[in-house]
């Protein structure tokens, strides 16, 4: 599998971006497809992620209410919507792809198995 991030850019803070995560190759209604992001001197850490098949999403506390993850199957895309972007958001994000999910455990851990290039969002205050 091959992840292609897009979207990136610089917004105000109180703005909204999306990005795109466009995955080739054969993914499976057991997969998982995530969000990460990893700050300037920071660790990696999870933002979102969301099951190819089902409703259910997942989210980190920091963006609960202000993100929103969801998928086109037809297109094998994942988008990430954010809003009410604070200067805090500033990242780069990666998207990811994680086999076989069973658990929400699975799916908000670090351990996927496929990730994409990043993409930098850059939030000004």
């Known amino acids: 599998v091959q992840l292609q991030a897009s979207g990136g850019g610089s917004a105000q803070a109180g703005g909204s971006l999306r990005l795109s995560c466009a995955a080739s190759g054969h993914t499976f209604n057991s997969d998982a497809m995530g969000w990460f992001r990893q700050a300037p001197g920071k660790e990696r850490e999870f933002v979102a992620a969301?099951?190819?098949?089902?409703?259910?999403?997942y989210y980190a506390d920091s963006v609960k209410g202000r993100f929103t993850i969801s998928r086109d199957n037809a297109k094998n895309t994942v988008y990430l919507q954010m809003n009410s972007l604070k200067p805090e958001d500033t990242a780069v994000y990666y998207c990811a792809v994680k086999r076989r999910v069973n658990t929400i455990a699975a799916m908000t851990s670090q351990n996927y198995d496929y990730w994409g290039q990043g993409t930098q969002v850059t939030v000004s205050s």
């Open positions: 969301i099951r190819w098949s089902g409703t259910s999403t």
